[in-house]
């Protein structure tokens, strides 16, 4: 033995294994869950690159053809997605389950901590999430709320913008959309318009009828199915009531208005001709007793 080398080092060197054929197969149950970890993961990357991620493109895109903001940020989101999802994949394949499960607590925890944080945030992406995936709100739609109404332009994962009837452009949350009732006054392929007139007591009620429904076929815009129709709603105090129902093609809003004027000039022009008299002004009747004071 030689003095200068320690006794400690030398029973280290001594009980060393061999590297060789043996020594390799020591190490066979972690290369094994390697390459099943790599195998489930590679799947997963796969199934996400080629199916996944297109397929959110083109959904979002479809709905949401001039916001490529959203559409970037939905594959984003959609990729990393397929990262958590691959990782946690492939070490559920190779045995690493109960690794994971042991963590799940701390993982729990800074949920709660990042949800306690960040909840108005994650309320709006939520929302975000739930208004893009609704077929029945889309870009174009026109839509109404309690505190406004207007032409969606776009919808992200925190806002969606409306425009207004007079050019504004405004940014409303979209919590407050998801928490309130939405209607849409234009949707789907046409729109029912509900017109009221008024007509003098001494005209000719059933020819105004005949002159209202025939000025709807006139106008541009008025389909003839369902056709135009024309009712004695009430009789007011001062004139007969009429209410009209007529249908456009163009949903929008600056449809809608224009086919409402012209249907309106329509009516004035054929009534006009017709000798039947609108509801005049209203007249009231002023009794009363007026008392002069005189100085002398």
């Known amino acids: ?32 869950r390697a390459g099943w970890f790599l195998a489930g993961a590679l799947a997963v990357l796969l199934v996400g690159r080629f199916i996944l ?20 940020a939905f594959t984003r989101y959609t ?15 190779a ?18 901590a990042v949800g306690v944080a960040g909840q108005t945030v994650l309320g709006s992406l939520v929302s975000g999430l739930v208004l893009v995936l609704d077929p029945e709100f889309n870009v174009g739609d026109y839509i109404e709320w309690d505190d406004g109404e207007g032409t969606v ?15 504004g452009l405004v940014t409303v949350p979209n919590t407050i959309l998801t928490g309130q009732a939405v209607s849409r006054p234009y949707g ?7 017109e009221r007139l008024q007509l003098a007591y001494e005209a000719d009620a059933g020819e105004a009828l005949r002159e209202i429904e025939s000025a709807a076929a ?7 199915a369902p056709n135009p129709a024309a009712y004695l709603e009430e009789f007011d105090s001062d004139a ?10 163009d949903p929008s809003e600056r449809g809608v208005l224009a086919v409402r004027s012209a249907y309106a000039r329509a009516v004035k022009r054929r009534l006009e001709a017709a000798d039947i008299t609108l509801s005049p002004a209203s007249k009231r009747e002023l009794q009363g007793r007026v008392a002069l004071d005189w100085e002398g």
């Open 53 to 72: 991620v297109p397929g959110v493109r083109r959904t979002v895109g479809r709905r949401n053809r001039n916001n490529r903001t959203l559409q970037e």
């Open 153 to 167: 332009r776009s919808i992200t994962l925190r806002v969606t913008r409306v425009q207004t009837a007079d050019g």
């Open 218 to 224: 006139e106008v541009t815009g008025i389909t003839g």
């Open 95 to 112: 045995g690493y389950g109960g690794v994971l499960a042991d963590s799940a607590l701390v993982v729990a925890a800074a949920t709660l």
């Open 188 to 194: 789907r392929s046409r729109h029912r318009v509900v």
């Open 1 to 32: 033995m030689d003095p200068a080398v320690p006794p400690a080092v030398l029973a280290a060197a001594t009980d060393a294994p061999e590297v060789g054929t043996e020594g390799l197969l020591d190490y066979w149950p972690v290369l094994f």
């Open 79 to 93: 990729r990393l997605l397929v990262v958590v999802l691959a990782f946690v994949v492939g070490a559920g394949v």
């Open 240 to 249: 007969v009531v009429v209410r009209v129902h007529y249908w456009v093609d």
